[in-house]
């Protein structure tokens, strides 16, 4: 869709462009005004402490109309809050009368439903109350009020990290192919030359953050190796950055090692992992029909993932967790259905079940392929819940993206007790981070304000590799900082 939007708040105009992507996906285009393109109109006023907001919108030779008032506040940053949703809210009840729907997660475009839900606890709320708020006022569906409740709720029940504590995060930028919508940076490991000179750079970086670490008397709380899949690396490689960690890892109550491609693992990774105590590792089949992951070029079969869950098993590893996609091209509802009960043999600890996202940086992107059906992909999504709850899982963290199928959301589910830390810091932004490797990003969390700071390292692995000095000076400066 080609989009004219008139705003008197030309700050908004990208959350406005957002609410309308909601319904109509991410082909919409802002245009200056032409002939064919549907025309949004924003106006307002300003009574005493009352704001008044119109939105008009003209598509498909029709005219719809909407309105809606709320308070004018005197802190400006909270006056910007509320008058932000208030714009927002308009134009989605303008959608909701044009398109002749309601998105499962209403007029919300964040990536965190659960922050509003905390927002609104801290605000005095209750937790059910703070859930149904999102029902009023964001006009979020009783299944994903619900969600975010559980969700909630789960996390309430786990340990926060304390004051000192900090989580260890180890990037491996290379994989073993590229996945269809893969965004992260990942080099291909059988092309390049960069994999010594990355590991040696690594471990430069590994030793300046042990110094940090005893320097400013900080604990690792949880480890997460990430990429990337850092077992594409040869195992010898992948040997050494495990044991170089050991300074790092080895306090940790947690230790995750994302090892998402089953034909990346064999028994000397496994049992590299096994001596550095790493209890949590993630393998993921993704779907369970070969054709797809042939054409979404994953280079593995179903069968393979079934050969590495056993040998993970008989090595001893009893918490596993499973990726699943929802919404991957070409698989329809009951495909994924079987996918789940395929899923079942393997009995993973936890399951995430994420949507199909199609990000600019994919191959899916370039393809210029349509995300799924939207109804298809939230039939989808609720059954993978249906079916993390007959294994006794709960929903643990949540998130959202843009671009993803029917606007749905990602979701990790695990048995009680085998939820990642780790994750749900990450999600929520409730935890500090050191972060090593290429694109790897430092973090420090101030959870009573909200304020974040942070420290990237250069995404670029030429880079990175030359620049390891740099990227822990950064990481001091960091720590230094007054949060
Ligand atoms: S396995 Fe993960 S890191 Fe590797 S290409 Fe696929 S999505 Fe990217």
Redesign the pocket.
């Known amino acids: 869709m080609r989009i004219c939007i008139y705003t008197p708040t030309e700050q908004f105009k990208n959350d406005i462009l957002d609410v309308v992507r909601v319904f109509e996906g991410s082909g919409v285009e802002a245009v200056p005004e032409e002939e064919g393109a549907a025309l949004l109109r924003h106006t307002e006023e300003t009574c005493g402490n009352i704001r008044r907001v119109r939105v008009e919108f003209l598509a498909d030779g029709q005219k719809f109309e909407s309105g809606r008032e709320g308070p004018v506040r005197v802190v400006p940053l909270e006056d910007k809050r509320i008058h932000k949703r208030l714009i927002k809210q308009s134009v989605y009840d303008v959608c909701v009368s044009f398109y002749g729907r309601r998105p499962p997660w209403g007029s919300l475009t964040g990536i965190r439903p659960t922050r509003l839900v905390y927002m609104a606890m801290d605000r005095g709320l209750g937790i059910e109350e703070a859930a149904e708020n999102l029902r009023r006022e964001f006009d979020v569906s009783a299944e994903k009020a619900a969600l975010t409740l559980e969700t909630v709720r789960t996390q309430l029940s786990l340990p926060r990290q304390e004051a000192g504590e900090i989580d260890i995060y180890c990037g491996i930028p290379f ?1 073993v192919s ?2 269809a ?2 965004s ?1 940076l ?1 080099g291909e490991v059988g092309r390049g030359k960069q994999l010594r000179p990355y590991v040696d750079a690594l471990k430069r970086e590994i030793e300046g953050a042990v110094k940090l670490v005893r320097e400013f008397r900080l604990t690792p709380r949880a480890f997460y190796m990430g ?3 850092p077992t594409s690396l040869p195992g010898e490689l992948f040997e050494e950055v495990l044991e170089a960690l050991r300074p790092l890892t080895d306090p940790c109550r947690e230790r995750t090692v994302e090892a ?2 089953p034909d990346t693992l064999d028994e000397q990774k496994l049992a590299a992992m096994k001596k550095s105590a790493v209890g949590r590792i993630s393998i993921n089949p993704q779907t369970s029909h070969d054709a797809t992951l042939k054409l979404i070029g ?1 280079r593995h079969t179903a069968a393979d993932t079934v050969r590495a869950y056993q040998t993970a098993r008989d090595m001893g590893f009893c918490d596993i967790n499973m990726d699943l996609i929802a919404a991957l091209p070409g698989e329809t509802a009951e495909m994924f259905r079987e996918t789940l009960l395929w899923s079942r043999e393997l009995r993973p600890e936890s399951l995430t079940v994420h949507t199909l996202c199609i990000k600019h940086s994919s191959l899916l992107h370039l393809w210029e392929a349509k995300l799924p059906d939207g109804d298809m992909a939230a039939q989808m999504v609720s059954d993978g819940r249906r079916e993390a709850a007959a294994r006794g899982m709960r929903p643990y963290y949540l998130y959202r993206q843009k671009y993803m199928a029917g606007n749905l959301e990602n979701v990790g589910y695990a048995l009680p007790g085998m939820e990642s830390l780790y994750n749900v810091g990450m999600m929520e932004e409730t935890a500090d981070v050191l972060a090593l490797g290429a694109g790897a990003i430092s973090k420090r969390v101030n959870t009573r304000t909200g304020k974040i700071l942070r420290a990237p390292n250069v995404s670029d692995i030429e880079h990175y590799i030359a620049r390891t000095g740099e990227m822990l000076e950064r990481k001091k400066t960091l720590l230094l900082s007054e949060i």
């Open positions: 994989c590229r996945c919508y893969c992260f990942s990429g990337g899949t998402g491609r994953r």
